[in-house]
Antibody, heavy 121, light 110 residues
Framework: EVQLVESGGGLVQPGGSLRLSCAPSEFTFSDFWMTWVRQAPGKGLEWVANINLSGGEKNYADSVKGRFTISRDNAKNSLFLQMNSLRAEDTAIYYC??????????????WGQGTMVTVSS | QSALTQPPSASGSPGQSITISCTGTSSDVGGYHSVSWFQQHPGKAPKLMIS???KRPSGVPDRFSGSKSGNTASLTVSGLQAEDEADYYC??????????FGGGTKLTVL
């Protein structure tokens, strides 16, 4: 089954760091753009960052620019989100998602189950 | 960048049709053929229902259709069924090289 599995979420203090991982299965990871999307409790979806096939192009939402870093390791079939200087407003479920072939940056056809990040003292 | 504008709620009876709007600007919805629609049931991950304004992925019922006019995109659900009750989000690529989501619409099947 084609799927994505996130890991790495948890409770962290404000100002702390966390690294999320996303592992794909049953598809060629290096053929797809990948994206992180988050959803605060009871709120809507928010695009966080995306990365192209080679990892040479990365784009970020203004709300996380300078604090979060998206990366990928195609050899190890893994996507990452390094989150530094975390704030309470970063508390959310974080989803990794695969871009479609036709609209790789804006249409996401495979989603992970999500991993919860809670920023609190 | 502001979220795309969606009505917070919509409702219809089984068998009826409903349309959810998604309004942006010429820098996002109006400027690109890149509007997507996602369905999200409580506690679940979002599911892609429409991509590139009108394309329906394999497995999505043809009761779901998308369109766009100017800066406003729309999702129409025909022949409403109980399982269509969910939150729906639109998204669009934007000129800032990022992606904007709508605030979401809660669809209730009466």
């Amino acid at each position: 089954e084609v799927q994505l599995v996130e890991s790495g979420g948890g409770l962290v203090q404000p100002g702390g760091s966390l690294r999320l991982s996303c592992a794909p299965s049953e598809f060629t990871f290096s053929d797809f753009w990948m994206t992180w999307v988050r959803q605060a409790p009871g709120k809507g979806l928010e695009w966080v960052a995306n990365i192209n096939l080679s990892g040479g192009e990365k784009n970020y939402a203004d709300s996380v620019k300078g604090r979060f870093t998206i990366s990928r390791d195609n050899a190890k079939n893994s996507l990452f989100l390094q989150m530094n200087s975390l704030r309470a407003e970063d508390t959310a479920i974080y989803y990794c998602a695969r871009g479609t072939v036709g609209a790789p940056r804006s249409a996401f056809d495979i989603w992970g189950q999500g991993t919860m990040v809670t920023v609190s003292s | 960048q502001s979220a795309l504008t969606q009505p917070p709620s919509a409702s219809g009876s089984p068998g009826q049709s409903i349309t959810i709007s998604c309004t942006g600007t010429s820098s996002d919805v109006g400027g690109y053929h890149s509007v997507s629609w996602f369905q999200q049931h409580p506690g679940k991950a979002p599911k892609l229902m429409i991509s590139e304004v009108t394309k329906r992925p394999s497995g999505v019922p043809d009761r779901f259709s998308g369109s766009k006019s100017g800066n406003t995109a729309s999702l129409t659900v025909s022949g409403l069924q109980a399982e269509d009750e969910a939150d729906y989000y639109c998204s669009s690529f934007s000129s800032s090289n990022n992606v904007i989501f709508g605030g979401g619409t809660k669809l209730t099947v009466l």
